[in-house]
């Protein structure tokens, strides 16, 4: 490693130990404060480092896992990280299915270590991982240089990379090809040629994208067995706007206006993509003039006309399951868009507004069939709604043609797994 890098990785380290300080004031960083400093102790020792961001991520880490098995007769020991609480939750979920049940793993939730290289180098040098699994685009430059030192192969699977995330990694190419992973498994063409563009073509193939796997349900989700049912009532006209972002809240506040003016009986599911918002979401729907209630202060069915202020996490694929029609967010304003396939999964034609980007991987074949709905802007999106709410296909239709459609997209948990055992057995 050059001379300019270490210098680099030191002045980096520096900015962390300044602003460790007043990062403990951020509250979702006090979230598993002790575990991202070190200052309650260290992880156990592990075979492989498994990384994923936040909620979304660690689904897929769970995909990943709930299917693994050792390379050998030993136990095979994973610690999983996550940067977000909901993250940090779903590891825990996921530990406990996967250790009572595939035997020979043992999985250890922790929270992802501050990135200053001075913690990353302690950790990884206690934990000696012999492989790295980061999905999606996790490129911290901290934990990568610890991996480096340490010999640890890494794999970076699930890989996205926007345009614009690749203009600033190109600010300091140098950097990140000296920290490269070994071996990047992207979702598409398009996301393969910027991983390519800054570490190299021989580095990267592509893949599916796991999220497919995870959206196997061969039926809807409906009211008999669906654990919302006490909240949802049977037959009622069931809006949900899944995954909103923050920035497009006074768009997807005009929405539920919209649904609730022009249908007072209608019932909205409001669901956050980051739960820390919720205040902002509350004062939003207040300026518009909704009547909102929070999903955790309610012991029976929601009342006609009211907006479900979704405050508790893991609902909303069961929500869809009783949705007549949905909305997915992050598509309003230039974000990339959410995952509009689970909607469709369990049996209803999402909405989804233009920018979408983030699952071009899907393909636009999926709102030519039909089978979603692509809006210009917020007023199309709005008459989509109404005009599903009022005459919503076959649920049973929609999830067949929708299970048809990603059946032979499936198969990105199984590459990863492949290419995980091959590093583990290259000792």
């Known amino acids: 490693m050059g001379k300019g890098i270490d210098a680099a990785l030191t002045a980096y380290n520096a900015l962390w130990k300044c602003a460790t300080p007043l990062l403990k004031l951020n509250h979702r960083l006090r979230d598993g404060w002790d575990q991202r400093t070190l200052t309650g102790g260290l992880p156990a020792r592990a075979d492989l480092w498994v990384q994923s961001a936040s909620g979304g991520e660690a689904y897929l880490t769970w995909e990943i896992l709930k299917d693994m098995t050792p390379p050998g007769d030993a136990p095979l020991r994973i610690l999983a990280t996550a940067t977000t609480r909901q993250g940090y939750e779903t590891l825990c979920r996921a530990a406990e299915d996967i250790n009572g049940r595939r035997h020979g793993l043992a999985v250890q939730p922790w929270f992802f270590p501050l990135d200053a290289p001075a913690v990353m180098r302690r950790v990884a040098a206690h934990v000696r991982p012999r492989c790295v699994l980061i999905l999606e685009t996790e490129l911290w430059p901290g934990f990568l240089d610890a991996c480096r030192r340490q010999g640890t192969r890494v794999l970076l699977a699930?890989?996205?990379?926007?345009?614009?995330?690749?203009?600033?990694?190109?600010?300091?190419?140098?950097?990140?090809?000296?920290?490269?992973?070994?071996?990047?498994?992207?979702?598409?063409?398009?996301?393969?040629?910027?991983?390519?563009?800054?570490?190299?073509?021989?580095?990267?193939?592509?893949?599916?994208?796991?999220?497919?796997?995870?959206?196997?349900?061969?039926?809807?989700?409906?009211?008999?067995?669906?654990?919302?049912?006490?909240?949802?009532?049977?037959?009622?006209?069931?809006?949900?706007?899944?995954?909103?972002?923050?920035?497009?809240?006074?768009?997807?506040?005009?929405?539920?206006?919209?649904?609730?003016?022009?249908?007072?009986?209608?019932?909205?599911?409001?669901?956050?993509?980051?739960?820390?918002?919720?205040?902002?979401?509350?004062?939003?729907?207040?300026?518009?003039?909704?009547?909102?209630?929070?999903?955790?202060?309610?012991?029976?069915?929601?009342?006609?006309?009211?907006?479900?202020?979704?405050?508790?996490?893991?609902?909303?694929?069961?929500?869809?399951?009783?949705?007549?029609?949905?909305?997915?967010?992050?598509?309003?304003?230039?974000l990339g868009g959410q995952n509009f396939l689970e909607p469709i999964t369990r049996g209803v034609v999402p909405v989804t507004g233009p920018h979408w980007s983030n699952f071009a991987w899907v393909g636009r074949e999926i709102f030519d069939s039909g089978l979603a709905v692509c809006a210009a802007d917020g007023a199309e999106a709005l008459n989509a709604l109404l005009r599903l709410l009022d005459d919503p296909p076959s649920r049973d239709h929609v999830s067949a043609r929708g299970t048809a459609y990603i059946k032979d997209r499936r198969g990105g948990a199984r590459a990863v797994r492949k290419q995980v055992a091959d590093f583990l057995n290259s000792d």
């Open 158 to 334: 699930n890989g996205r990379m926007t345009a614009r995330s690749l203009g600033g990694y190109l600010a300091w190419p140098e950097l990140f090809r000296t920290l490269a992973p070994d071996r990047i498994m992207a979702v598409s063409e398009a996301d393969g040629r910027r991983f390519a563009t800054l570490f190299g073509r021989e580095r990267v193939e592509v893949m599916p994208n796991i999220k497919f796997d995870r959206m196997t349900a061969p039926t809807p989700w409906g009211q008999h067995d669906n654990p919302l049912a006490r909240i949802i009532p049977g037959g009622s006209p069931f809006v949900v706007l899944g995954s909103v972002r923050k920035q497009e809240q006074a768009e997807v506040a005009g929405l539920a206006s919209g649904l609730l003016h022009a249908r007072p009986s209608a019932i909205i599911g409001l669901f956050p993509r980051h739960l820390h918002h919720i205040p902002l979401w509350r004062k939003a729907l207040e300026r518009a003039g909704v009547a909102c209630a929070e999903r955790s202060s309610l012991n029976g069915p929601a009342a006609p006309g009211t907006v479900v202020l979704w405050d508790t996490f893991g609902e909303l694929l069961p929500a869809y399951g009783l949705a007549r029609t949905a909305f997915v967010g992050g598509s309003l304003v230039p």
